[in-house]
C-alpha cells in the first residue's frame, strides 16, 4: 500500500492546530468532527522546497479602473487603487519554470485605525441605550467619523492600511513549498470604492494588471516589480504564466468568478492563461435585479476552467452554501467542499480574533436569528435544526490547506494522486462533505 510522503502529512497536520480531533457535540448537534485521516491509496509525488517570501508596493495610488469611481457620495473621481502584495516562492526556483497562484481577498476595512475603532465601539454601545434625539445625533456623527476613518484609501498619514492581502500567508508558504509560486494582493483602494458589479470589474482589472506584471517579470526580467521586489531577477525564465491559479475570499471570490468568466477571457493579459479557480467562502453573484438570472446568463459564468468552492456551515457572512451559483453546465471539473463548523473569518488570518488586529472577530453568530443551544456551536442555515461545532482557527485553515494544495496540485502540476481526496473517495475530515462532479457532456 503506498504511503503519503512527510510533505504532505504536514499540509494534513496544518502546523499547530490540533486538527486530527474527534470533538464532542452538544445535545442535540451534530459534530464538526477532524477524524484521523485514511489516507491509503494517496501518493503525493512531491517535494518539500524552502520556501522565501516578498513584498512589494509600487504605491497606494498607482493604479486606475475606467469609470470605478470613489465611494464618496456625489463622488466623480476615479478611485485610486495599490499595487502592492506578497509572494511566497520556493527559495531555489531551479531550471524549470513554476505555476502561479494569485490570491485577492475580500471586502473589509481598509485603515487599521484603532482609536477609530474604539471610538465607534464605544459610541455604537452608548447609542443602545439612548432615546434622546440630541445625544443619539451625537453618537451616530461619532459612528458615521470612525467609518470613514476605518474605510477610506489611502490612509491618513500616520495610519497603517490593512494588511488584509497578509491574511492568507498559511496557504501561501504551503503552495510555494511544493513549487508553486503564489502571490496575494491587496485590495483596499477596491474596497473603498463603489459597491455592486462594477466592484467585481475592479478586481478583476486588478488582477490582471497583477498578472501583466508578473508576466512581464517573468518573461523579460524587467517592468515596475525588477525595480522593487526583492530577488527580482531570480524570477526571469521561471514563473509559467500559462499555468495560473485563482483564488478569491468573500467579495475576492466573486472577483476571480468574474476575472476567469467565459466571457472576459479574452482580457487576460497576453501570455498569461488560467487553469484552476477555488472561490473561498465567495459571496453571491451581483445583480441588480430582485430576482437574478441564472448564472449561465450572467458575466460569472465559468463552464471551462476547473473550479474548487469552498463553505462553511457556520459563515455569518454569505449565509452558508454557495454552489449553485458554479454549477452550470461545467465543461471542466467541479468540486465543491462544504466544511462543517467553518465560519467566514477565519480564513484570513487577520481577519480572525487571534491576530489582535484592529475589527477582528468572529462571524459565526452575525446573522443568527435563531442562536445555537451552547458555546461554540452554529446553527446551519440550510437546517434550522441542526447546529455545527464550531472549528477552531487552526482547525478551520488545515481543512482549507488540504483540499486547496490538493486542487492545485491537480490541475497546476498535473498529480493525478489527489483525486481521491478531491472526489471524497477518501474524507480525512469528517467535518467536510465532499459534492465533485465530473465535465460534463451536455
Known sequence: MPELTRSWQRVLAGGAAAVLLTTAAAPGATAARLTQPDLSGVVARHRTLAVESSVYNLGDTAFEVPGFLGDDEGSERLAKIELAGVVHYPKNLGKGRHPVVLISHGLWET????????AEKQASAELEHTTDPAEQARLEAIIAKAYKALGSWPCAAGTPAMPSYRGYDYLGKVLAAQGIVTVSISAN???????????????????????????????????????????????????DMSNVGLSGHSRGGRGVGF?????????????????????????????????????????????????????????????????????????APLYQWYVRGANHNFFNTQWSPASGQVRSYDDAHLWATNPPPA??????????????????????????????????????????????LLLGQIKPFAAVEVRSDLPKTS
Open 259 to 331: 476575472q476567469a468568466a467565459d466571457v472576459h477571457q479574452a482580457k487576460w493579459p497576453a501570455g498569461v492563461k488560467i487553469k484552476a479557480v477555488l472561490p473561498l467562502a465567495a459571496v453571491e453573484h451581483y445583480s441588480p435585479d430582485d430576482e437574478p438570472e441564472r448564472p449561465e446568463h450572467t458575466p460569472y459564468r465559468i463552464t471551462n476552467v476547473p473550479i474548487g468552492v469552498v463553505a462553511g456551515s457556520c459563515d455569518g457572512a454569505t449565509d452558508g452554501r454557495r454552489f449553485d451559483f458554479y454549477d452550470q453546465k461545467n465543461r
Open 189 to 239: 483602494g477596491v474596497n473603498a470604492g463603489q459597491q455592486g458589479q462594477i466592484q467585481d470589474e475592479a478586481r478583476a482589472a486588478l488582477i490582471n494588471k497583477h498578472l501583466s506584471l508578473w508576466q512581464r517579470l517573468a518573461s523579460k526580467g524587467d517592468g515596475p516589480l525588477a525595480k522593487v521586489l526583492k530577488d527580482a531577477p531570480k524570477f526571469k525564465g521561471h514563473l
Open 375 to 420: 458555546p461554540g456551536y452554529c446553527r446551519d442555515s440550510e437546517d434550522p435544526i441542526k447546529d455545527d461545532k464550531q472549528l477552531t482557527e487552526g482547525q478551520q485553515r488545515a481543512v482549507f490547506v488540504t483540499y486547496a494544495s490538493a486542487f492545485y496540485r491537480r490541475h497546476l502540476l498535473g498529480d493525478k494522486s489527489v483525486d481521491p
Open 111 to 118: 485603515c487599521a485605525d484603532r482609536e477609530a475603532d474604539r
